[in-house]
């Protein structure tokens, strides 16, 4: 079975400090998928990005940035200049090739930005 | 391009009743996926379905269950309502050539009285 955990439940920053939030991941499958995803007050989840196992390429995307470590089993996510507008709850996710739909959530990290 | 719609936004039921839940998926998206989020449980998957037919289960009771038509749209129906059911309801739609990303819907809220 497959396992997402966020040990931060809560984060909250001051606008323009960078935050980094944690994901730790559990599969015994050796090819599998990861996602970052926000959820804003609205409810709708947000796709951010997806990472392959055998991908192993750190990435950064304007303010944000993704450290993937397959040695330590985390997928961590960085905002860095962080505006209120980031305010959501954030979720790591990873799915298998075998159930490549069925999405295992974290548990999620709420981020309050505060101006 | 239209997102993922899902339909009604909010619903209130009692319990034992049942309730069904739409969802329109994004234009060429063959795949919708269903999922359950609650304060206590978190984001949880309950079933996706691909060409009309069920392709993976969550762990759920069978009063939870779904369907899809050939439009690719879906639904999934609660029978006999639980308090316990009150949650958020996801949808998601994807693309099944490849693992790709889901694309999600805003929900439907569902309140058990």
């Known amino acids: 079975a497959q396992k997402v955990t966020q040990a931060q439940t809560e984060i909250s920053v001051v606008e323009k400090e960078d935050v980094t939030l944690d994901c730790v991941y559990e599969?015994?499958?050796?090819?599998?998928?990861l996602f970052w995803y926000k959820q804003p007050p609205s409810g709708e989840l947000v796709f951010l990005i997806r990472?392959?196992?055998?991908?192993?390429q750190n990435e950064i995307s304007g303010r944000y940035s993704w450290n993937f470590q397959k040695s330590t089993s985390s997928f961590n996510f960085t905002i860095t200049a962080s505006q209120v507008v980031d305010s959501a709850v954030y979720f790591c996710a990873l799915t298998i090739r075998s159930s490549a739909r069925q999405l295992t959530f974290g548990s999620g990290t709420q981020l309050t930005v505060l101006p | 391009k239209a997102g993922v719609t899902q339909t009604p936004r909010y619903l209130i039921k009692t319990r034992g009743q049942q309730v069904t839940l739409s969802c329109s998926p994004i234009s060429g998206h063959r795949s919708v996926s269903w999922y359950q989020q609650t304060p206590g449980q978190g984001l949880q998957f309950l079933f996706e379905y691909f060409s009309e037919t069920q392709r993976n289960k969550g762990n759920f009771p069978g009063r939870f269950s779904g369907r899809q038509f050939s439009n690719s749209r879906s639904e999934m129906n609660v029978s006999t309502l639980e308090l316990g059911d009150s949650a958020l309801y996801l949808c998601?739609?994807?693309?099944?050539?490849?693992?790709?990303?889901?694309?999600f819907g805003q929900g439907t809220r569902l309140t058990v009285v």
């Open positions: 998601a739609s994807s693309l099944r050539t490849a693992i790709t990303e889901a694309f």
């Open positions: 599969t015994r499958d050796t090819t599998y998928y």
């Open positions: 990472r392959n196992s055998f991908d192993e």
